[in-house]
């Protein structure tokens, strides 16, 4: 939701301040223009996702405590609608070269996810580490655990992919979605 996004930006602030941080400062460090950084605190949206990750890395708290609000290892999930029929294409941190963060020391690369449409049943899997998926195109019903969630271009999910989880296309077009899975 929107204020899911907003919260974002309203940690993301809290952050700077308490480490005495200027808007200037941060805005030079993540090499945007200060009118760019001062939207993402201001809304939240559009925050590249490596951007999360440094000013996480450098306010010395986990991606997690950005994205969700809680220091604590995710269990769950957390899911961020784009909202207001806002195109994904307008979102420049979903582009791929920004998509990719360091966690837990490692880098990892998105993955580029096509599926076609269906009515089956996603397939279940599980695996260790942490899971983001952004939809770019189409609609793609993510299940996790006993719920279904059902995600249109812009909107993501992160979950902890130790419960059972898949993914699958609804409607009469391909999807397309980035993944990336932290171990």
Not at 35 to 64: L, N, R
Request: hydrophobic share 40%; proline share 4%.
């Amino acid at each position: 939701m929107v204020q899911e996004l907003a919260d974002i930006g309203l940690r993301i602030q809290g952050l700077r301040e308490a480490c005495d941080v200027s808007q200037e400062e941060m805005a030079q460090e993540l090499g945007v223009d200060l009118a760019t950084y001062q939207e993402w605190e201001a809304t939240g949206q559009d925050v590249p996702i490596s951007a999360i990750y440094h000013m996480a890395h450098h306010f010395g708290v986990e991606f997690t405590e950005i994205l969700t609000g809680t220091a604590a290892k995710l269990e769950t999930y957390h899911v961020v609608k784009n909202g207001e029929g806002r195109e994904v294409d307008r979102y420049p941190g979903y582009h791929f070269e920004d998509l990719a963060w360091r966690y837990t020391g490692k880098i990892m690369q998105p993955l580029l996810v096509v599926l076609e449409p269906s009515v089956e049943a996603a397939e279940l899997v599980t695996h260790t580490g942490q899971e983001f998926n952004l939809v770019l195109d189409g609609t793609v019903v993510v299940t996790w655990g006993d719920k279904e969630f059902e995600l249109e271009a812009g909107d993501c999910i992160y979950f902890n992919p130790q419960y059972p989880h898949g993914q699958r296309c609804k409607g009469d077009k391909p999807a397309r979605f980035v993944t990336i899975i932290a171990e």
